[in-house]
Nanobody, 124 residues
Framework: QVQLVESGGGLVQAGGSLRLSCAAS????????MGWFRQAPGKEREFVTA????????FYADSVKGRFTISRDNAKNTVYLQMNSLKPEDTAVYYC?????????????????WGQGTQVTVSS
């Protein structure tokens, strides 16, 4: 079992920044890839970014590349999502997830455990 708790969401104006955190417990966090996904009302859950177990590899959806940065601190069992230059279309519930098989993919099917989500709202 893995428990994930996201935090850091909120309301921000377009062009602003937020930093999301995802605290993990229950398993050896440092051995698993992690991902962030988001879901806007009426839309499917979409991939945002992923990071390898060591933090040495990352990749991003085209829609956030150059604006968002994923990182992790294995000593703190926490993964972060720094979001800059936010746009109204970034408004969604953001979820972190664990990839127990280290597939390091962009499909939500590849992630076994999920947090409860944190709301990010970007006003224009």
């Amino acid at each position: 079992q893995v428990q994930l708790v996201e935090s850091g969401g909120g309301l921000v104006q377009a062009g602003g920044s937020l930093r999301l955190s995802c605290a993990a417990s229950g398993r050896t966090f440092s051995t698993y890839a992690m991902g962030w996904f988001r879901q806007a009302p009426g839309k499917e859950r979409e991939f945002v970014t992923a990071i390898s177990w060591s933090g040495g590899r990352t990749f991003y959806a085209d829609s956030v590349k150059g604006r968002f940065t994923i990182s992790r601190d294995n000593a703190k069992n926490t993964v972060y999502l720094q979001m800059n230059s936010l746009k109204p279309e970034d408004t969604a519930v953001y979820y972190c997830a664990v990839d127990l098989n280290n597939l390091f993919g962009s499909s939500w099917h590849e992630y076994e455990y999920w947090g409860q989500g944190t709301q990010v709202t970007v006003s224009s």
